[in-house]
């Protein structure tokens, strides 16, 4: 036997006792022989050990901006057997998961998809299969979405305008059209429910005048979908994507994408290819079927039960039964002008004197309930308190009002 192998017998002999030793209490004795059987082979690496025993999830209240709680419904859907990526009852699960797309969006747009990946991958979708380098495109900034967008197509190469307003406002109509007669783009990117500081912005005759400059409209609906109004078709949006997390109440990692012929007819007219070979739409396209050749998700399927109306409706008047408790609890909401609240979404003024992060975590240690911070421009100024789909009750916020309630008898004040 070479002095290699003893070292090495010796040096895994050294590793087992040391873990037998340190987990002999909390490993079973069926685990403790895997754990020996595993060791006496001829790997130098041992399994972990945290993987050899249960790993218990914490039950927590997913009330901040998102992802949400997933319900029974849901969960055991995606329990459900694995089916080949080719088989006929896949592409019926598509088909059916395109036309709870197109209800949800209010389209009738062929080209209408789901991706694999969060709200940014459907964000980088839609500006690289649509704007090529040295192209002009306008962003509108209100908050950390429009700043990541405008980000994405300087990376590409585009000559990247925007129209930037303060956390908490949005634009109007002529600021709009300005930029677009000034900078004539070939894409104009807009926020619906920017999450970062709690506003939806309108969107009526925003389509109308990007049509008018030749512009297509791109809309963010990630935080949004479900909860407020949004009419794709009649308003005039050219691609409109939105995340699985939100309202849909669906676990994080699809995009739901839609792109109208106009968008399609820039798209599959490029001069260049797109920088990214996944998310190129043309064979995304041939693979969903959206381009005329041969091609279920729950949550949508619940979002049809329950009916959009009713949808947009419980969102409203929860949020607007959580408002007033906020301010009951002499709170302040962050976007003054009520018009223009998220309803999925509220950003709440920290309160003088305290700590954005002490509050958080207390509720969370204390409450087992998820809230958050502020992102981006509003990081440090609010507290952002989600409640969609299935969140979205008023049982939801006397939870969360309880304990902010609490958090502020018993966090630290300061006397700043």
Same mark, same amino acid.
């Given at each position: 036997?070479?002095?290699?192998?003893?070292?090495? =017998?010796? &040096?895994?002999? *050294?590793?087992? +006792?040391?873990? %037998?030793?340190?987990?002999?209490? /909390?490993?079973?004795?069926?685990?403790?022989?895997?754990?020996?059987?595993?060791?006496?082979?001829?790997?130098?690496?041992?399994?972990?050990?945290?993987?050899?025993?249960?790993?218990?999830?914490?039950?927590?209240?997913?009330?901040?901006p998102?992802?949400?709680?997933?319900?029974?419904?849901?969960?055991?859907?995606?329990?459900?057997?694995?089916?080949?990526?080719?088989?006929?009852?896949?592409?019926?699960?598509?088909e059916?998961?395109?036309?709870?797309?197109?209800?949800?969006?209010?389209?009738?747009?062929?080209?209408?998809?789901?991706?694999?990946?969060?709200?940014?991958?459907?964000?980088?979708?839609?500006?690289?299969?649509?704007?090529?380098?040295?192209?002009?495109?306008?962003?509108a900034?209100?908050?950390?979405?429009?700043? =990541?967008? &405008?980000?994405? *197509?300087?990376? +590409?190469?585009? %000559?990247?305008?925007?129209?930037? /307003?303060?956390?908490?406002?949005?634009?109007?109509?002529?600021?709009?059209?300005?930029?677009?007669?000034k900078?004539?783009?070939?894409?104009?990117?807009?926020?619906?429910?920017?999450?970062?500081?709690?506003v939806?912005?309108?969107?009526?005759?925003?389509?109308?005048?990007c049509?008018?400059?030749?512009?297509?409209?791109?809309v963010?609906?990630?935080?949004?979908?479900?909860?407020?109004?949004?009419?794709?078709?009649k308003?005039?949006?050219?691609?409109?994507?939105?995340?699985?997390?939100?309202?849909?109440?669906a676990?994080?990692?699809?995009?739901?994408?839609?792109?109208?012929?106009?968008?399609?007819?820039?798209?599959?007219?490029?001069?260049?290819?797109?920088?990214?070979?996944?998310?190129?739409?043309?064979?995304?396209?041939?693979?969903?079927?959206?381009?005329?050749?041969?091609?279920?998700?729950?949550?949508?399927?619940?979002?049809?039960?329950?009916?959009?109306?009713?949808?947009?409706?419980?969102?409203?008047?929860?949020?607007?039964?959580?408002?007033?408790?906020l301010?009951?609890?002499?709170l302040?909401?962050?976007?003054q002008?009520?018009?223009?609240?998220?309803?999925?979404?509220?950003?709440?003024?920290?309160?003088?004197?305290?700590?954005?992060?002490?509050?958080?975590?207390?509720?969370?240690?204390h409450?087992?309930?998820?809230?958050?911070?502020?992102?981006?421009?509003?990081?440090?100024?609010?507290?952002?308190?989600?409640?969609?789909?299935?969140?979205?009750t008023?049982a939801?916020?006397?939870?969360?009002l309880?304990?902010?309630?609490d958090?502020?008898k018993?966090c630290?004040?300061?006397?700043?």
């Open positions: 036997m070479t002095q290699r192998t003893l070292l090495s =017998r010796g &040096a895994l002999l *050294a590793q087992y +006792i040391t873990l %037998k030793s340190s987990l002999y209490a /909390t490993i079973s004795p069926s685990l403790s022989q895997r754990l020996h059987r595993a060791m006496s082979s001829a790997t130098s690496i041992p399994p972990p050990a945290c993987l050899l025993k249960p790993y218990e999830v914490p039950h927590r209240y997913m009330f901040g998102g992802p949400s709680d997933v319900p029974p419904r849901i969960l055991a859907a995606g329990g459900r057997p694995i089916i080949g990526h080719m088989h006929k009852e896949t592409f019926e699960i598509m059916h998961i395109r036309q709870g797309i197109q209800y949800a969006f209010q389209t009738q747009n062929k080209m209408t998809i789901a991706m694999s990946g969060s709200g940014h991958t459907a964000m980088e979708c839609a500006i690289f299969n649509t704007v090529e380098p040295g192209e002009s495109v306008l962003m900034v209100n908050g950390i979405w429009g700043e =990541r967008a &405008a980000e994405i *197509a300087e990376r +590409i190469g585009a %000559k990247v305008n925007t129209i930037v /307003t303060a956390p908490g406002c949005c634009f109007s109509n002529d600021e709009i059209e300005q930029a677009l007669a900078h004539k783009p070939v894409l104009f990117f807009l926020t619906h429910g920017e999450s970062s500081t709690g939806a912005h309108p969107v009526d005759g925003i389509g109308d005048l049509h008018k400059y030749n512009c297509l409209f791109l963010d609906s990630v935080a949004s979908l479900g909860g407020t109004p949004l009419y794709m078709d308003q005039g949006i050219d691609i409109l994507y939105s995340g699985s997390q939100k309202v849909l109440n676990p994080p990692g699809t995009a739901p994408i839609s792109f109208s012929e106009r968008a399609c007819n820039k798209m599959f007219n490029r001069k260049t290819k797109p920088v990214s070979y996944l998310l190129d739409m043309n064979w995304l396209a041939n693979y969903w079927g959206c381009d005329g050749k041969p091609t279920r998700m729950e949550s949508l399927a619940i979002l049809a039960e329950t009916g959009l109306e009713n949808s947009w409706k419980r969102h409203k008047e929860v949020a607007e039964y959580f408002h007033k408790g301010e009951d609890l002499g302040k909401l962050f976007v002008d009520k018009n223009i609240r998220l309803p999925t979404v509220t950003t709440i003024v920290v309160p003088l004197g305290y700590d954005w992060k002490e509050i958080v975590a207390y509720v969370m240690k409450h087992h309930i998820e809230i958050s911070g502020g992102l981006g421009p509003s990081a440090g100024m609010v507290l952002r308190v989600g409640l969609m789909g299935c969140n979205s008023k939801s916020v006397d939870m969360v309880g304990a902010l309630g958090t502020l018993s630290h004040k300061s006397k700043v």
